[in-house]
């Protein structure tokens, strides 16, 4: 069975092939890497997998199933969660708002029946609510439970949205920079995290990251983007090694 | 200051968090149920019209405030439900038939102009909207044979043996009754999935799109909501009027319920009612403050929209958050009493400031 598996994706912006033929495979419970220097396409990666962008070419696979024209909003429902970059959090709602959002891919009801708050809607809301106190726990969440996002520290966002995206129970969580504007300890936090989310929850993760001592710590196997493509892939160590990340790198 | 313990989870799911609440409420409730004892006649029908634009106010609250969506063309819901009403009641409907179906005919309106809206967001939403609006003035005028045109339409009286329900004592209380169980319908909306969804697209559709939130779907949704729930309102309201002509029903009254929200304060059901006693109080006010200011300004045609369009300005760069939000303010104040810092509400001003309308 394919876990996870992209085939030759390409998107082209107009004269801009932000990715140009991209392949790899993720084997579940692994923790998959993409590096790249700015601009390389890895956020753009992302938009396609959670089909934010239409791919000009190539499939998207994920477990035996083409997910290359999915709905953007079944994706969730599938077992595919993301953080994104620059945080986007419901800033008006408290953090139990935004995580009971990330139980939305598995809520049944109906206008009519929420109108009502019928006895099925309110078990439904109980059963979300356990959840969302599961991963409250997991990410010690408890203090912040009820402030409003808008009052909440920069690296205590990233934590949220982290959790909200942890709420909808995936199978592969993508997560993009999670490092960026972190501090050395919550850097160091954000890398037992992934430890954990890999051997306690059994999640796969696809993540990209510019902070190669997390990268070093957490990753299974790396893979190098530039300019849309694939430079290199391996361990991260060889990744390191080879004289083409070098130069992309470097320069030259 | 009052600390909550929270003990269960139901004491984040139930309607009154705590016994603050339940008591506050109820003393209210007594008092909307009392008042109309006390007072004359002339302001029972003051106190239904409050109501009525409170129902209409919750409606667009729940598109504009909640959903982030924004309407200028609520008018055209609340004319829908009041022909519907009006028409419905001629052919001899009951009236526990007409005023759901008044509703219900809004709200499928609202689908017809929500699907099309999907795409757009912001100022452009506001434009066509509008337009819509626009349209559904034209079609009412037009459509001789079912609305009368400009000629008029008159409301038939809901009459039960000799008491009438759209008129006086009776019509008020009908029209609280419905004030409170939309408001707790919608309360209701908001804690299940949907109102939360409605929130999300609010403050990021990607995000919303991301957590499995349908757009198509709650946009539409949001729509037929609160379009229903404006109709519903209207349905009352052609009983206040009597009599329906297409002129009372404009972009002007669109705009009215516009300001209501912001001026209440958006994004909060008690803004709405606040929002409701604000548009029916100013002109009043205005009314009695033209009486001492010298012609040359009191008598200039077009005063009462002038002060109306300052006063949303002023609301919109300084009071984001409406009224409720300054009585929020004003609570939050006292609780802390010695410690309060002007701080503690900036960033959300700052936030509500660049994202506004968006
Ligand atoms: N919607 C878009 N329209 C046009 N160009 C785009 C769009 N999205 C991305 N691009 C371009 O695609 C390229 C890759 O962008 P992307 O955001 O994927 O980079 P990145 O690898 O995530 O970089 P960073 O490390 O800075 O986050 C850039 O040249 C960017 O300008
Ligand atoms: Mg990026």
């Known amino acids: 069975m394919t876990f996870f598996r992209v085939e030759n994706l390409a998107i082209h912006f107009g004269g801009v092939k932000a990715v140009d033929g991209v392949t790899f495979e993720i ?23 959670s089909r934010i962008y239409d791919s000009t070419e190539g499939t998207i696979t994920f477990r035996d199933q083409d997910i290359t024209r999915a709905a953007p909003h079944r994706i969730a429902g599938l077992g595919i969660a993301r953080t994104f970059q620059n945080i986007e959090l419901f800033e008006t709602a408290t953090v139990l708002q935004n995580l009971l959002i990330g139980r939305h891919a598995h809520s049944r009801s109906n206008v009519f ?33 009820d402030q ?45 995290w992934i430890e954990d989310i890999k051997k306690d929850l059994g999640i796969t993760v696809l993540m990209v990251e510019h902070d190669m001592g997390l990268v070093n710590e957490v990753s299974d196997r790396v893979l190098v983007l530039n300019y849309g493509r694939v430079l290199a892939e391996g361990s991260p160590q060889d990744v390191q090694r080879d004289p083409e990340v070098i130069r992309a790198y470097l320069g030259g | 200051m009052r600390f909550i313990f929270k003990t269960d989870y139901h004491q984040d799911i139930r309607l009154a968090p705590h016994s603050g609440h339940v008591f506050w409420y109820g003393l209210l409730l007594a008092l909307v149920i009392a008042a109309p004892f006390a007072l004359d006649e002339y302001y029972v029908g003051q106190l239904t019209q409050v109501g009525i634009m409170a129902i209409a106010g919750v409606g667009l609250m729940v598109l504009t405030g909640y959903t982030g969506l924004v ?3 609520h008018a055209a819901f609340f004319g829908v439900g009041a022909y519907a009403e009006a028409v419905l009641l001629g052919l001899g409907v009951p009236f526990f038939v007409t005023m759901p179906a008044a509703a219900v005919s809004a709200a499928a309106v609202g689908i017809i102009v929500g699907i099309p809206a999907l795409r757009l967001a912001g100022i ?92 198509a779907v709650v946009k ?58 604000f548009v029916l109080a100013l002109p009043q006010a205005l009314a009695i403050m033209k009486d001492h200011l010298p012609p ?22 300084f009071e984001p958050f409406g009224i409720y939000g300054r009585w929020l303010k004003v609570k939050l104040y006292f609780q802390l009493f010695p410690l309060y810092k002007k701080a503690t509400f900036k960033r959300q001003k700052s936030y509500m400031k660049s994202e506004r309308l968006r």
């Open chain 1, 113 to 145: 029946s929420e109108a009502l708050f019928l006895p099925s809607v309110r078990r439904a809301e109980f059963a979300h609510r356990e959840k969302v106190e599961e991963v409250i726990d997991f990410l010690n969440l408890a203090h912040y439970r």
């Open chain 1, 27 to 49: 084997a579940r419970g692994e923790v998959f890497t993409i590096i790249g220097p700015n601009g390389a396409g890895k956020t753009t990666i992302f938009n396609l997998i």
């Open chain 1, 148 to 192: 409003m996002i808008m009052n909440l520290p920069y690296g205590v966002r990233k934590v949220v949205e982290l959790a909200r995206a942890l709420c909808t129970e995936p199978e592969l969580l993508l997560l993009d920079e999670p490092s960026s504007g972190l501090n050395v300890e919550e850097t160091q936090d954000v890398s037992f």
């Open chain 2, 71 to 73: 309407s200028l063309g």
């Open chain 2, 220 to 277: 539409t949704t949001a729509f037929a909501v609160s379009a229903g729930i404006t109709g519903l309102a209207g349905a009352l309201f052609a009983h206040k009027l009597g009599f329906l002509s297409p002129e009372s029903f404009t972009i002007l009254q669109s705009i009215e319920l516009l300001v209501l929200v912001i001026v209440g304060g958006i994004g909060s059901l008690h803004g709405a009612v606040f929002g409701a006693i």
């Open chain 2, 124 to 215: 452009y939403l506001a434009i066509a909207t509008f337009a819509f609006a626009l349209i559904v003035e034209e079609i009412m005028g037009r459509w001789e044979s079912v609305t009368n045109g400009y000629t008029g339409l008159l409301v038939p009286s809901i009459d039960i043996g000799d008491f009438s329900l759209s008129s006086g004592l009776p019509f008020y209380f009908l029209t609280m009754a419905i004030l409170v169980l939309v408001i707790l319908l919608v309360l209701n909306l908001l804690r299940a999935p949907t109102g939360r969804a409605m929130v999300a697209i609010r403050d990021s559709e990607i995000s919303a799109q991301s957590m499995g939130v349908n757009l």
């Open chain 2, 296 to 317: 040359a300004i009191g008598e200039q045609p077009g005063f009462e929209p002038l002060i109306f369009g300052l006063i949303l300005i002023f609301f919109i760069l």
